[in-house]
């Protein structure tokens, strides 16, 4: 048998984490993403770059599972696999990826393995920029949120310049000599080895990221990391591939006794009762967030505006379908466009409801959205004058 000629790049791939956060089951890595299991697509973008060793670092238990997975992903590179037990932290399990490098190894990347969808074009960057001269290379993504610095007690103290800021990805490329020396020397744990190498006294440089490698760390993101990838086209071909839609609805209550003005459907109701909630109750822009997340498979209202988010108590519509927008966007979609039903005595809707109408395209970047209203002839909390029901349905498409 021949085998792969030896290498001088190595891929140590970090997939030791337990994915507590994820509660998937098993270890992170091991959770299933479609047919296969987490490592097992982020290793097919590891052996679609530059050739290299990929030391696959697994916890104690797995390593016959990475074998099988990385076996299969690697196809005629699969003796250029290696398994190692991982450590107590990141940096020991990076440590021990590291000590099972070949002698030939002359630049080292660590990827993440929960980053999955991280395009080999990413690992072909950050390899050219070490040769180019860099001890340390790290792949980044500009900040595209307003960021807020905010006490303990959720208080914003203060606003962030985000043209200074960068989000950091894997995988991070070093010059082996640099990270092994890092790793002998460290004194601390650091959040990522880029930290612990510019502790060291390397300086880090920035290659271009991609919005399509996050990190994969909660149920959301898992179900963003499914629904891109069942629109992601699985083979080539000469004419236009069709259009993707999917279908998701959305539901919302909110019951009278809040304070302040009234608000729904993107419009202030004045003298009229105020919804209650953690931002302005407005029902219908809430079912309708639900309907976009439930459509693009990201979870619903409570994982990306639940009460952990300070920044939007008292937000209004606005805010939550412009945010909403952007989660659709970095997952692959658009939205192609909203209906909602009304269901409450007050307020009446027939003299603004193309102005809600108006008010809720604009906020979701101009598309369609039709407002309708109905009662329940008295029947329920809704014919009683408690509160309002809002139901939505939205189609988004893959982009």
Request: no cysteine; aromatic share 4%.
């Amino acid at each position: 048998m021949t085998l792969t000629p030896v290498p001088r790049i190595a891929v140590v791939v970090v997939a030791a984490g337990s994915g507590t956060r994820l509660r998937g089951g098993a270890p992170k890595a091991f959770v299933g993403l479609d047919a296969r299991s987490i490592l097992h697509r982020s290793l097919l973008g590891v052996f679609g770059g530059p050739s290299a060793q990929v030391v696959v670092v697994v916890p104690d238990g797995y390593e016959g599972d990475a074998l099988t997975d990385a076996r299969d992903a690697a196809g005629p590179a699969a003796d250029l696999v290696t398994i190692v037990t991982g450590g107590a932290t990141r940096q020991d399990s990076v440590a021990a990826g590291v000590s099972a490098l070949r002698a030939d190894i002359e630049i080292v990347l660590v990827h993440d393995a929960a980053r999955a969808l991280t395009p080999s074009a990413v690992f072909e960057r950050v390899v050219a920029a070490v040769d180019a001269g860099a001890a340390a290379v790290i792949p980044t993504v500009p900040v595209v949120d307003t960021i807020k610095r905010v006490d303990h007690t959720g208080r914003v103290v203060e606003g962030v310049d985000r043209s200074e800021l960068a989000a950091a990805q894997t995988p991070q490329g070093f010059r082996r000599d640099v990270l092994a020396a890092a790793l002998a020397s460290a004194e601390a744990d650091h959040t990522d080895d880029a930290a612990l190498v510019s502790a060291a006294g390397h300086d880090v440089v920035t290659v271009a990221g991609d919005a399509i490698a996050f990190k994969i760390t909660t149920g959301a993101d898992l179900e963003r990391a499914r629904s891109l990838m069942q629109v992601s086209p699985v083979a080539s071909s000469s004419e236009p591939s069709a259009p993707v839609f999917r279908v998701g609805i959305g539901t919302d209550v909110h019951g009278f006794g809040g304070e302040g003005a009234l608000w729904l459907a993107g419009l202030e109701w004045p003298g009229e009762r105020a919804l209650s909630g953690h931002s302005d109750g407005d029902a219908v822009a809430h079912a309708i967030v639900d309907a976009l997340l439930a459509a693009a498979g990201l979870g619903d209202i409570g994982t990306h505006f639940g009460t952990d988010r300070p920044e939007f108590a008292g937000a209004h519509a606005e805010a939550f379908l412009a945010h909403t927008v952007e989660l659709l966007r970095d997952a692959g979609w658009r939205v192609g466009n909203v209906s909602v039903q009304v269901q409450a005595n007050r307020p009446r809707f027939a003299a603004r409801r193309t102005e809600a109408e108006q008010a809720l395209s604009a906020a979701l970047g101009g598309v369609a959205v039709s407002v309708s209203a109905t009662t329940t002839d008295g029947l329920g909390f809704t014919g009683r004058t408690e509160g309002v029901a809002a139901f939505a349905t939205a189609l988004v498409i893959a982009v």
